[in-house]
């Protein structure tokens, strides 16, 4: 089945450095990936739609200055937070589909000290 | 896509069958319904979806009301490893990749 991969699952950052988050397709081509955010006991909520070879198209609210996102290759997406902030501090996920289908990463628990 | 609405909890005995409700009245003719659970701190893992037909696979069954207006997920004998956060989300296969939005979804607590 198709798999993504998403690394780090955790980081620990010091405020105003920035924190780059990798997400894989392993196994298929993904030329539509997903970044969602979620915070403590609160639902995923979509940040932005990343295209492969495009720029990505942001949520309403999502500054994309700050969330900086790259499709550059059809398995692999990232998203930079750059200088981060504590309020920054949230769980990561990002999500590719196949078919229809929507695979999600592990996530990453990322804390801005 | 199509809003849903999921109770905010629900409770059930180890070895029980957990059905989780899901309304999604305003959902179109091709829409799918979807869902998903997420285990504390993981991705969301699919586990089944349908357009009208009931169905079943190793994880679960999915019954859709003959109006498809709400669904029922069914986790034949819960264990305490089905503990979790269940997501039901309705959505179009036409057109390219669409987003998937996440409501609040049932806290699914399976006890001993």
């Known amino acids: 089945g198709a798999v993504v991969s998403q690394h780090p699952s955790r980081v620990i950052c010091k405020s105003g450095t920035s924190v780059k988050i990798e997400c894989r397709s392993l196994d298929f081509q993904a030329t539509t990936m997903f970044w969602y955010r979620q915070f403590p006991k609160q639902s995923l909520m979509l940040m932005a739609t990343?295209?492969?070879?495009?720029?990505?198209?942001?949520e309403q609210g999502v500054e994309k200055d700050k969330f900086l996102i790259n499709h550059a290759s059809l398995t692999l997406s990232t998203l930079t937070v750059t200088s981060a902030h504590p309020e920054d501090s949230s769980f990561y996920i990002c999500s590719a589909t196949l078919n229809y289908g929507y695979t999600f990463g592990s996530g990453t628990r990322l804390t801005v000290v | 896509d199509a809003k849903t609405t999921q109770p905010p909890s629900m409770d059930c005995a180890e070895g029980r069958a957990a059905n989780l409700p899901c309304n999604h009245s305003?959902?179109?003719?091709?829409?799918?319904v979807y869902w998903y659970r997420q285990i504390h701190s993981q991705g969301p893992q699919y586990i089944i979806h349908g357009l009208k037909n009931n169905e079943t696979n190793e994880m679960a069954s999915l019954i859709i009301t003959e109006d498809r207006k709400s669904s029922t997920l069914i986790l034949p004998h819960a264990t305490l490893r089905d503990t979790a956060v269940y997501y039901c989300i309705v959505r179009s296969h036409t057109g390219t990749a669409s987003k998937l939005t996440f409501g609040t979804g049932t806290r699914l607590q399976v006890t001993l």
């Open positions: 305003t959902i179109s003719g091709n829409e799918y």
């Open positions: 990343s295209n492969e070879g495009s720029k990505a198209t942001y």
